[in-house]
């Protein structure tokens, strides 16, 4: 019952936490590992046990699934310079470099264990990055080319991770051939099994009828992708994202409701299971820091040198790289020492730092009390703190402001929309529709687009009829929502009638909110019904 009651308890300080970070304009996952490491030195408050073993495969496959719903084949096809660049080489020379460090700064230290410590401390969490740069409005070609290198690095360290073991347990050798077989087979196994993973979903949910159920599976598959990837010794990381990537491209079969109804079911799994994932990092403090002992000062000081290693490798890496390819094409980043300078900031460890070092057995690794030190310190050092300093960073480099390549590209693609909307009206009205159907059209489109040219030259233009669209709007909005919200408290007093069925009333309810989001309105929490005159 104690440890229902810290999930219980991490669920809803979660929620409490996402509402003052939002008013705090500060990101919620660094608040709510400072809060969950506080509260566990509080007495009283119980201990959560987690097997080591289970901490990957039950938080990762969901998060890297909501967070590769987000991306497509055609992304990974036009970032493989950033999945070869960041994704794989920068890994390998973080974990080389972190590695040497801790061999050299760790006493008793082997080879193995050093590897194993630089493994975990390599890769930046795509979870930790996603979580706290979503309220510090980065752009979306920066936020995009974290999350691909994300989505890859963790499998390049889970691969040196397991080669550490495997010398450390089994006493095999460093093998250059051997090492490239193992890695070739980690990928090739985690496509396979992801791509027919992700096929038969497919199948799957076409074959269903139930919204409910098809979001259902979209959570169970996650989980079943990672543990047959994992038992075939492939990757369960790239499996969870292949088969999430080819999934998300089969949206076409999927009917808007159910769209609907997948992403508000995908961004509630997404933030509870990333404050439980951010919470577990908090609550571990105690229990590494007890068996620290008298050491934990120079282990913390360790940790700092690694920590700085790790960002100073990435720092190089990041500007080094821009300085030697240079200008990049149009659309892509680091393109300015703002962006390099930003993505440096953003390489935060996460949950696979401190997953990695807590599955190190204690007999084989007696240096696992240390790693735990350094691990803990280098998230402090690469996620809370960066983390509670990046919207300030944003605003310091003026990343936000002005017009960016996303602006022109939402324009040009709304602008599509509409040439596509206006040609089935044309149809429409030679066979027979009466010509207010375009017309109607014209001013649904038309008024927020206005007419796409090639050169951008419509900035100004799309500003001023979106504000006086937004003007039209406001007028008859406010009628429009006190409407439905009479209507959803209508529906609501009924449900404590006598002779109506609940279930009706549901039915009728999802009609008013289906309706209050396709019209944009402001009225989409249900209105309460006022008390009855007694």
Request: aromatic letters at 6%.
């Amino acid at each position: 019952m104690e440890a229902l009651a810290v999930v219980v308890a991490l669920l809803l300080l979660t929620v409490v936490v996402v509402g003052v970070g939002d008013r705090l304009g500060l990101p919620w996952p660094a608040l709510l590992t400072i809060i969950a490491a506080a509260a566990v030195f509080v007495p009283n408050v119980p201990e959560f046990e987690l097997d080591n073993e289970l901490i990957l495969p039950l938080f990762l496959p969901p998060l890297l699934w909501a967070l590769a719903r987000r991306t497509s084949w055609v992304m990974f096809k036009e970032r493989w310079r950033t999945i070869l660049g960041f994704s794989v080489l920068l890994t390998v020379v973080t974990v080389v470099a972190v590695a040497w460090t801790s061999w050299l700064l760790v006493p008793g230290a082997t080879v193995a264990a050093a590897i194993a410590i630089g493994a975990a401390v390599a890769p930046p969490d795509p979870v930790a990055v996603d979580a706290v740069a979503e309220h510090a409005s980065i752009p979306r070609r920066l936020t995009s080319l974290l999350h691909t290198e994300g989505l890859f690095n963790d499998a390049v360290a889970l691969v040196a991770f397991q080669l550490a073991l495997a010398i450390t347990l089994q006493g095999e050798t460093l093998e250059p051939l051997a090492i490239l077989q193992t890695f070739s087979w980690t990928v090739v196994a985690a496509l396979a099994v992801g791509l027919g993973a992700g096929w038969l979903a497919a199948r799957v949910i076409r074959w269903l009828t139930s919204p409910v159920a098809r979001s259902a599976l979209t959570l169970v598959v996650p989980f079943a992708v990672y543990m047959i990837a994992e038992e075939v010794h492939g990757s369960g990381v790239i499996a969870v994202v292949v088969g999430a990537v080819y999934l998300s491209g089969r949206n076409d079969e999927i009917e808007a409701q159910d769209r609907l109804t997948s992403t508000a079911f995908w961004h509630v799994i997404e933030l509870l299971v990333t404050g439980l994932a951010f919470g577990l990092i908090g609550l571990e403090f105690r229990e590494i820091i007890d068996h620290a002992g008298s050491d934990l000062g120079l282990m913390v000081l360790h940790g700092l040198v690694v920590a700085g290693v790790a960002i100073a490798v990435r720092v190089v890496w990041v500007f080094g790289g821009q300085w030697l390819i240079g200008k990049k094409p149009h659309g892509q980043a680091p393109r300015t020492w703002q962006e390099s300078l930003l993505i440096s900031w953003c390489g935060m460890r996460g949950l696979v730092t401190l997953a990695l070092v807590l599955a190190l057995p204690a007999a084989e690794f007696p240096v696992r009390a240390e790693a735990l030190v350094i691990a803990v310190v280098v998230l402090v050092v690469t996620m809370v703190l960066p983390g509670l300093a990046l919207p300030w960073l944003v605003r310091r480099l003026h990343l936000g402001s002005g017009e960016s390549p996303e602006d022109a590209q939402e324009r040009a693609l709304i602008a599509r929309a509409q040439r596509a909307a206006f040609a089935v009206a044309r149809e429409a009205i030679a066979a027979g529709a009466p010509p207010e159907v375009l017309e109607s059209l014209a001013q649904r489109f038309g008024d927020v687009v206005g007419t796409s040219d090639d050169d951008g030259s419509l900035a100004a233009e799309y500003a001023e009829r979106a504000e006086a669209m937004r003007d039209r709007l406001r007028q008859y909005a406010g009628l429009r929502d006190a409407a439905l919200a009479a209507a959803t408290a209508e529906v609501l007093r009924a449900r404590n009638e006598p002779g109506v069925d609940p279930h009706v009333v549901d039915v009728v309810l999802a009609d008013l909110d289906r309706m209050a989001v396709g019209h944009g309105s402001r009225n989409r929490k249900p209105a309460l019904p006022p008390t009855p005159a007694t």
